[in-house]
């Protein structure tokens, strides 16, 4: 006759398997943030995948989600790059406010680990712009003595729709920037964050300013 389980004994079973996968997304999400820190991996994504694999984890349901990565990296820079993150991150909201100024006639609007306060040495400074006109960024950066990298990048519109951005790289003083190029109209919407959830936080230049004097950064001239 088959032994049948207690329902006791199967919540008891339940929660050790919650437990342990608990555990096994916090592993992940702390080997993920040393792979962001550490190698500069900016994709949450590939760096869960990546952390699970060195791990040996194989089950999809241990992957952490990506603000609980957010929060590993926050704290991995809290212990071991204290002396070096704030500096790096406060450089890269210099030189995104050089950059947005410099971009103006093109409203741009700052994204991504320079904004939310993540950003260390490998990190690019990542901007938003928005202009009808194709080309027509890339033409004011060649007017300018700027040559750049020209790619593309999805990015989810809303909950189920995804689209294609022309994206512009390049390196100044020694700072990377990613220039995500959108219509116009995009300004009255940000695109899905990382959860795909929620709009994707963004800060004009006079909110970048802000947040600079508040963090003790000297006045704009």
Do not use: W
């Amino acid at each position: 006759m088959p032994r049948r389980t207690l329902p006791a004994a199967r919540g008891h079973y339940a929660e050790r398997i919650h437990g342990s996968r608990q555990q096994q997304r916090r592993r992940i999400a702390i080997e993920a943030a040393r792979l962001i820190s550490e190698h500069g991996l900016r994709d949450y994504h590939r760096a869960k995948l990546r952390a699970a694999e060195r791990l040996g984890v194989h089950d999809g349901q241990s992957l952490p989600r990506n603000d609980e990565i957010e929060s590993a990296l926050r704290e991995h820079q809290r212990l071991f790059q204290s002396d070096t993150q704030p500096d790096a991150l406060h450089a890269r909201r210099m030189a995104a406010r050089e950059a947005m100024r410099f971009l103006q006639r093109f409203e741009p609007r700052l994204v991504g680990a320079v904004l939310d306060g993540t950003a260390d040495r490998h990190t690019a400074v990542s901007l938003h712009l928005f202009c009808d006109v194709p080309g027509a960024v890339q033409q004011f950066l060649a007017e300018h003595g700027i040559p750049c990298e020209i790619r593309e990048r999805q990015l989810r519109v809303d909950r189920t729709h995804e689209r294609s951005f022309e994206v512009l790289l390049f390196t100044a003083d020694g700072i990377a920037f990613d220039l995500t190029v959108l219509p116009v109209d995009a300004l009255r919407q940000a695109p899905a964050d990382r959860s795909g959830l929620r709009p994707m936080r963004r800060a004009s230049l006079s909110a970048l300013e802000a947040l600079l004097h508040d963090a003790g950064a000297p006045a704009p001239s």
